[in-house]
């Protein structure tokens, strides 16, 4: 199966990446029957804190990622990494589950801070969120298929380090979305 999945990652990159952004878009477009999800008050109460929590864990995690592979700490780097991917997986099921339970939240500010400031913001926040799920299921899969002294003849580097800078732009204008929508209005 492994020489398969090599020899075949952008495909698997596409196929991974339509059915996550298809369950963002089924989400966040209200078609997920709300009847087949146990709903869980107290959890939703506390997913936009668990998501911000969540990001800040994922920002120092994909930072230390970074560093360590600066060091040429290859074991490291691959342990920050997953572990970022992993906190973007948490972030994404809590989000859908709120979401899907929810809708989307109503900016509760002024009507042009929302038209000037906050609609941007949430803009180019969602859409490097997008951008970034085919490039982090691509990275990864470049990683998970390869030995390690094949991954630096691959794209891993160049695509990792552009989908590091927009995952972290991303989670940090998501932190700003949660304080515009929950602590600023």
Partial sequence: MQLQARDNVPLLTAVFSVLALGAVFAAV?????TQLIPRIDGLIAVIPELNVA????????????????RRNAVDSHRNY???????FVAFLVFYLYRVSLEGPTA?????????FVYFP?????????IICVPLL??????AVTRPIEDIYTSRHRSVGQIAAVLWLIS???????????????
């Fill in 29 to 33: 477009g209200g078609v997920i029957p």
């Fill in 54 to 69: 969540i990001s800040l864990t994922a920002i120092g995690t994909i930072i230390a990622g970074w560093r360590a592979i």
């Fill in 81 to 87: 990494m997953l572990a970022s991917f992993g906190l």
């Fill in 107 to 115: 900016f509760p500010g002024p009507a042009t801070i929302e038209q």
């Fill in 121 to 129: 913001i949430l803009g180019v926040h969602i859409l490097l969120a």
């Fill in 137 to 142: 299921i691509y990275v990864i899969l470049l």
């Fill in 171 to 185: 989670f940090s204008l998501g932190i700003v979305v949660y304080a515009m929508l929950y602590v600023v209005y």
